[in-house]
């Protein structure tokens, strides 16, 4: 896969007073890095280094920072096509809103004057963001974008990375500023000419909610520190064209405008990815306004967009342990970028039945674990406030949300894992396996570099209330027991450099010994061609154990889903 321009956008930063702070970063964070991390995820604090994004794509694949005093200068002296494409650049929208950059107002001032106007200033900065305005910060992100497009050898598109509020910038430029005709009334470029994929990090995307009505009120009302651009219904005035700021959705449509909705004619959010934050312990004061299912500022319902890729992470929404900064966003933010084939789970032929007892609710924590990775690629759990809701899941009108996630579960396999030589088939005509499963396994030493592993581990479990309260009923709970636990390996690759690239898979339950011992799964995974030779699916039945859950029937499998990417 070609690689791209990587344009980074930042967050909110608050007040002018932080926004002068903020703008005396020369990277606007994306260079920091961590030494915290948890045990077990959520567990103890322990020692970790993290050498931050900026660093790790540098590292790993190569990419440049260009800056030379000013990457804007760089950029406006550079000859069209010049530039390498492996660069990554840094949105400095804040910069026109500090007030560090001009002239100190008070400087000709008596020392009386000047100490009555720098308390004004003062106390002013510390409550208003006057400079900033978020349709100019995606005007500028927009110019950016396109000059480093037009500069760079090839005009490729640029990948975009966002944290926070610069997801909102993002998706401004892409759904409003592209379709609106500049300044001197010529036509943008269109979102699909200039962004190949956007990720983000913790972007409120359905808006910041406070479990008060009243500070909702206060934020949409009054937007301290310019933060009324979270309120859901005026995110609309800078998400929709020929809309102005302050302008709120029509009434009566039908569906109702949903800030977490990019429009199909605007960008296919099969090339969005959503990073989103569970861990509300580590976050600041906000974490008791906006209550536990956050990252301790944006709730996990409103941190995604609809149908776009998304990870779970027990992360914060910025700090010691935020998602930035964070191993596990890295390892996300790198596949999701570089990945050549997109991966898919789902649960499929689930039952659409009436008969399952009133009052039970069925949910499953859902993990995946990458071999050699010390964290985990998403988890969804009752512990961190969102298990997946398999009742809704086997409801075929159900939409796409956070308790029913579609699919299930997905991933990206890099460069050394992509199936270049698979076949038309996994299986021989004869319907024996190209690579027999009950052929001996190669030792250990000779596979641990040639298979990818990946374990996906589900946990199902029922949950009653009481049909006269509707309260929890703990009569018959068992704490941390579920149902049916089980965890799928899979195994991606070649079992050694001579051998066609297959899948394996095999339930732990049914895997003897250890499964580091284990060098390969013993099941081969028939994966024949879709009709547009870019897709191949294949099932995986669930255990026997898992089929006798009401939940469940003898039709329930997991669908694996191979897709090649452009």
């Known amino acids: 896969m070609d690689a791209l321009p990587i344009v980074y956008c930042r967050g909110y930063a608050g007040p002018t007073s932080n926004i002068d702070s903020t703008v005396d970063d020369p990277f606007y964070g994306f260079n920091e890095g961590a030494t915290h991390t948890r045990v077990d995820g959520d567990g103890d604090p322990r020692f970790y280094q993290f050498e931050g994004p900026l660093l790790r794509l540098m590292g790993e694949h190569d990419y440049k920072l260009l800056v030379r005093g000013s990457q804007a200068e760089l950029l406006a002296d550079a000859v069209d096509a010049s530039l390498d494409p492996k660069t990554i650049w840094v949105s400095r929208f804040y910069d026109v809103a500090a007030t560090t950059f001009v002239p100190d107002p008070t400087e000709h001032e008596n020392p009386v004057e000047r100490f009555i106007d720098r308390v004004k200033h003062g106390i002013h900065d510390h409550l208003t963001a006057d400079g900033f305005d978020i349709e100019r910060a995606a005007t500028e992100l927009y110019n950016l974008i396109t000059t480093v497009i037009d500069k760079t050898e090839g005009h490729p598109k640029v990948n975009l990375v966002a944290h926070s509020m610069g997801g909102l910038v993002a998706r401004c430029m892409m759904q409003k500023i592209c379709e609106t005709p500049d300044e001197h009334g010529n036509p943008r470029r269109h979102a699909t000419d200039i962004v190949a994929r956007l990720f983000t990090y913790a972007t409120p995307h359905g808006g910041i909610n406070f479990t008060g009505g009243l500070l909702n009120w206060a934020m949409e009302t009054f937007g301290p520190d310019g933060s009324q651009i979270f309120s859901p219904p005026k995110m609309y005035g800078y998400l929709t064209k020929g809309a102005k700021f302050g302008d709120t959705p029509p009434a009566g449509l039908t569906p109702p405008w949903d800030p977490r909705i990019i429009p199909a004619d605007i960008f296919d959010t099969d090339n969005v990815f959503c990073l ?13 306004l906006v209550g536990p299912q956050s990252d301790g500022l944006v709730q996990i319902q409103n941190a995604y967009v609809k149908n776009a890729h998304r990870a779970f992470v027990y992360k914060s929404h910025s700090g010691r342990y935020g998602e930035v900064n964070s191993e596990e966003g890295y390892q996300n933010l790198a596949r999701f970028l570089f990945g050549t084939w997109a991966v898919k789970v789902e649960l499929s032929g689930m039952p659409h039945r009436d008969d399952l007892a009133n009052g039970v609710a069925w949910q499953a924590d859902m993990r995946l674990a990458i071999r050699g990775l010390s964290v985990l690629m998403t988890e969804q759990t009752a512990a961190h406030y969102c298990p997946i809701q398999l009742n809704e899941v086997r409801d075929p ?13 997905g991933t990206f396999l890099l460069q050394k894992e992509p199936p270049d030589d698979l076949g038309p088939t996994l299986v021989a005509e004869d319907g024996d396996a190209t690579t027999p499963a009950d052929a001996p396994a190669p030792a250990l030493a000779a596979t641990s570099d040639q298979l990818s592993r990946y374990a996906l ?11 006269r309260t509707g309260a929890f009923d703990f009569s018959d709970h068992l704490e941390q027991v579920g149902d049916w636990n089980d965890v799928l390996i899979v195994d991606v690759g070649r079992p050694s450099p001579d051998a ?16 580091a011992e284990r060098a390969q799964m013993p099941n081969l995974l028939d994966l024949p061609q879709q009709a547009n030779g870019a897709v191949r699916v294949g099932r995986v039945p669930l255990p026997q154990r898992a089929l006798t859950l009401p939940i469940f029937d003898g039709n329930t499998e997991l669908l694996i889903t191979i897709s090649e990417r452009g």
Request: glycine share 10%.
């Open 457 to 467: 581990s589900l946990k199902v479990y029922q949950v009653e209330t009481s049909r």
């Open 397 to 409: 009108s159900a939409t796409d949300s956070i308790d029913t996630p579609v699919p299930l579960v």
């Open 276 to 288: 989103i934050g569970t861990d509300q312990q580590d976050y600041g004061i906000s974490k008791d």
């Open 500 to 515: 066609p690239f297959g899948v394996w898979t095999g339930w732990n339950t049914e895997v003897a010994g250890p499964i």
